[in-house]
């Protein structure tokens, strides 16, 4: 401001004296025309007021009358800088009609006489030449006129734009930390940085460069508004000695008008101007020595940067670099330590980065790599599948994953699945392998395992008959030394008539203890999977012995066989194994014993059979179902029963293979499980067995020729369990179906239900209730109800015919086979 020294300062006021240039300019205008009209009119208050305000530092601005006639001192004209052209004596409502509402306030509340505040008040000044935003705190006080009445206010500001740009630099530092902590990949890093300068600083173009050792730079990513992208890479060279040189020096470099700054070289201007940058500020990045990055603020046109926002690029900057250099050591440890083959490659063929797994995996070097295509290391058989799976990843940009066979140094096949993801650029894409080799050989490791556990379940199985067997044994090898002696004292008395017959129950005695040692045999040899024809009804009866041994006194098997039955296709022994299996489950199930019904029949299943069961095909079925009375299963389980370990059973007890067995078997031999089960109702299995029309194999018992059953029903009670057996036994093995039961109690429930039963034999000697009122019982609900009696006791005809009533017979101990056979035939035809 250029004081006009052309007042004599004995016209001056005393007020204005010593008041700087305002002081001077307020004293060489003439005020006659304003509402304040001539100094010598002023009232003291104003005068007193303003002698102050003009000797003060502190920017104090005087709004006379309601009007706010602007009378201020020189710190308020250096702050205001332009508009001090046009401020003085003028009415601050023309003069700063941005903030017309704010003194509007002030002026009413002044000259009411109270003060008012103002903070942090944001403003944009021209200030030398280039705008300026300014954050001011305004204070404004009454002055009073002569008669003591509030007419005008006195501001003082404050420029409190440090503080403020301070604490929103902090804050937006802060805040940019916090968002960049998470970010994993530098690009992401620096596409956020550039982003939320760029806002910051309303800035037209904001990036981070990296900077190579030979003298590239390299933009990823940039922000970029009302300007063209430049991300690329570029040549530092092109920025000239003079720019170079400064960036070296270390100081961020600002430049506020690109056209007039002498320190740029004609083609850095030209180049910069071509790439549309006015003004900017670039801070580089330092590695110890090593320069490594550049943060760029740019701005269209031309710009006065602050010392504020060249502080806030240089925090910036330092920030992103330490961010880049995390995420990239993170990302650097990932690669370096990834068990997992990590590659990036273009959809081209050829890879440029392969991470150190490879050669671990494979045993080419990372050269070898890099310098064939990719699709030459693949399997033939494998290239057209994976260059397929990454050509439509080319065009749909969606990840995928594909798996093949990679070619080892060493001349072998390594099974890789791949998961590959395109990169943005639309040229590359990242892929990571894992080698299934491995994981392919542990499976057959695994898959050991399980047959060895297998084969240790079928072991346990064995192990829980052996003591019933051993009894069982005596039980036979007892039929065999009774009928020898018997023979022997016959012999001796001369008696030949009988031989014949103890000579059958001694063979037979021993033709089961053979069959039993040669099936117990065949459980524990371990075979692979032997499908043959099978009569279904033979082989359950064949096992019926050794199940009955597993269940114990308190269950009551039962067999219902059909009849009829097709022939099957199955392997005997696995049959075998799993209907145990099944009778064992069945057995733990029904800790208080119960019934376990053996039953099988044929099945024709069409399409409509088969729709809601996956994994059964439409055809003819055998099928064999064993229920139990027992304590069922949760829905829970059902869902995992099949799951190979899953068992509900103490540790010792369950392996939890038995129906994962069964499954498997299954499902190898064409057939199917399926399992009915509810919670506290019992459980049924039924195993699916694909008919057969071929010729039946060979079984190890031979059938005698005898008076077949036709599937009839008999419900056999004895108490004595080998005599129950034999029984059970025979009449399975002529074709009937058995009810077992030791006694009254247990027989009556079956009697009084209505169930089929074609033939009651009992033996006469029952604990409690006795074989005859049994028969008499079970006439009772069953009138025509045909009885076998059995006895040891001699045969009386007297007791005879006072005994037996129509429909019934009896029997005496020991009988031959097939005089069982013809007596029940007999009756049951009769
Ligand atoms: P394990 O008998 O060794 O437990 P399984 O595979 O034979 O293994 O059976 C798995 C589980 O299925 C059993 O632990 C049991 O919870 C359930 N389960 C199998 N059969 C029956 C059944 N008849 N009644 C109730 N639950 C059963
Ligand atoms: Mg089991």
Known sequence: MTAIASTTPSARPPWLRGGGDCAQRIAERDWSPTPLGPFSRWPNGLTGALSIALRSQVPIVILWGPEGVMLYNDAYATLVGSRDATSLGSNVRESWPEFANLNDHAIREGLAGRTVHYSDREVTLVREGAAETLWIDLDYTPVPDDTGVPAGVMCFLANVTERVAAERRAEFLLALSDE??????????????????GALLDASRVFYAEITDAGMM?????????????????????????????????APVVVRDVGGDTRLSAPAREGL????????????????????????VQNASARLWTIAEERLVQQVGERVKLAIERARAERDRLWDLSQDMLAR?????????????WTKVLGWSEGELLTRGYSTLMHPDDIASSTSAIASMAATRE???????????????????????????????????????????????????????????????????????????????????GSLDLIRRDIGAGRLDRAERYIDVASASAQRAAALTSRLLAFGRRQSLDLRVHDINALVCGISDLLSRTLGEQTVLETHLCPDLWSAKTDANQLESALLNLCINARDAMPDGGKLTVETENISLDEHGTRDQPGLTPGNYVVLSVSDTGTGMSRATLEKVFEPFFTTKPIGQGTGLGLS??????????????????????????????QSTGEIASLEVVKDAIVNGRGETVLVVEDDPAVRQIVREVLCEIG?????????????????????????????????????????????????????????????????????????????KPFALDTLATKIREIIDG
Do not use: C
């Open 180 to 197: 960049l902590r998470p970010l994993k990949t530098p690009a992401d890093i620096m596409d956020r940085t550039a982003a939320r300068l």
């Open 218 to 250: 390299t933009v990823e990513r940039d922000f970029a508004r009302g300007v063209g992208s430049i991300v690329g890479v570029h040549s530092l060279t092109s920025f000239g000695p003079d720019l170079l040189a400064a960036y070296r020096a270390g």
């Open 273 to 296: 101007t071509a790439r549309e940058v006015g003004a900017f500020i670039d801070v580089v990045l330092f590695n110890e020595a090593r320069w490594v990055g550049l943060l760029a």
């Open 345 to 357: 490659a273009d959809f081209a063929g050829m890879m440029s980065a392969v991470n150190p797994a």
């Open 399 to 481: 990840p995928t994953r594909f798996q093949n066979r990679i070619a080892t140094r060493a001349g072998d096949w390594r099974h890789i699945e791949w998961t590959a993801a395109p990169e943005p650029d639309g040229v590359d894409f990242v892929a990571i392998g894992r080698d299934l080799t491995e994981s392919k050989a542990r499976k057959a490791e695994l898959d050991g395992a399980h047959e060895a556990l297998r084969q240790s379940q079928k072991m346990e199985a064995v192990g829980q008959l052996t003591g019933g067997i051993a009894h069982d044994f005596n039980n036979m090898l007892t039929g065999v030394i």
């Open 661 to 690: 067995m069964i499954y498997g078997f299954a499902n190898q031999s064409g057939g199917h499980v399926r399992i009915y089960s509810e919670l506290g109702m019992g459980t049924t299995v039924k195993l699916f067995i694909p």
């Open 736 to 812: 009937y179906g058995v009810i077992e039961a030791t006694d009254a109690d247990t027989a009556l429930p079956v009697l009084r239900s209505n169930r089929e039963i074609d033939l009651l034999i009992t033996d006469v000697g029952l604990p409690g209730v006795n074989g005859r009122q049994l028969a008499e019982m079970a006439r009772a609900s069953r009138p025509d109800m045909k009885v076998l009696f059995v006895t040891g006791y001699a045969q009386n005809a007297t007791v005879r015919s006072g005994f037996l009533d129509q429909g019934m017979e009896m029997l005496t």
